[in-house]
């Protein structure tokens, strides 16, 4: 804008509006520095890693570990994001998308079909959760916790009247 005349350069700073914050650590890297830089928000993270844990899933095992959506689900990757504000409508509504997304699109078919024993209960979670010990993972429980935590609170939120389960989840 220096080139601009003295009177058209005031007229056009009056449009300047800096960012609440500043710019991210992010932006900065990618867009001035032109550099690549990682994603640090949640949700853009999970939209970086979950293309790529797909694929080493498959190459390590042979098979996806979520199913494609249909095409009426679609939505769930993209809509996913962290909350922009403090209410309860937006969080019950990025809870159910997180939880379609991770929990709702698991291969229970091809998981099923992996075990080397019967199942011992039913459920995606449960059997994502026998497929690991199965595969030598001790951690098993604890790398589904959270999953089983995101499925209690649409469970307890989002899909039901909200309760003592919503309260402890």
């Keep these: 804008g220096q080139d601009l005349p003295a009177a058209e350069r005031e007229h056009w700073r009056s449009f300047n ?43 390590a095992y042979g098979w996806p570990l979520w199913k494609k959506p249909v095409d009426e689900d679609l939505y769930v990757f993209a809509q996913a994001h962290v909350c922009l504000e403090d209410s309860q409508a937006e969080f019950d509504q990025q809870n159910g998308l997180l939880a379609k997304l991770l929990n709702d699109f698991l291969n229970e078919e091809k998981i099923t079909t992996a075990l080397h024993t019967q199942p011992q209960n039913p459920g995606s979670l449960n059997l994502l959760e026998q497929f690991l010990l199965e595969a030598g993972f001790a951690d098993a429980k604890q790398r589904i916790r959270p ?13 039901h009247a909200k309760g003592s389960n919503y309260t402890k989840a």
């Design 17 to 59: 509006v800096s960012p609440d914050g500043g710019v991210s650590e992010t932006f900065y890297s990618r867009n001035i520095r032109a550099c690549f830089a990682s994603p640090k928000m949640p949700d853009l993270k999970l939209k970086h890693y979950y293309p790529r844990m797909t694929e080493l899933w498959e190459k």
């Design 147 to 159: 999953l089983r935590v995101l499925q209690s609170l649409r469970s307890g939120g989002a899909a």
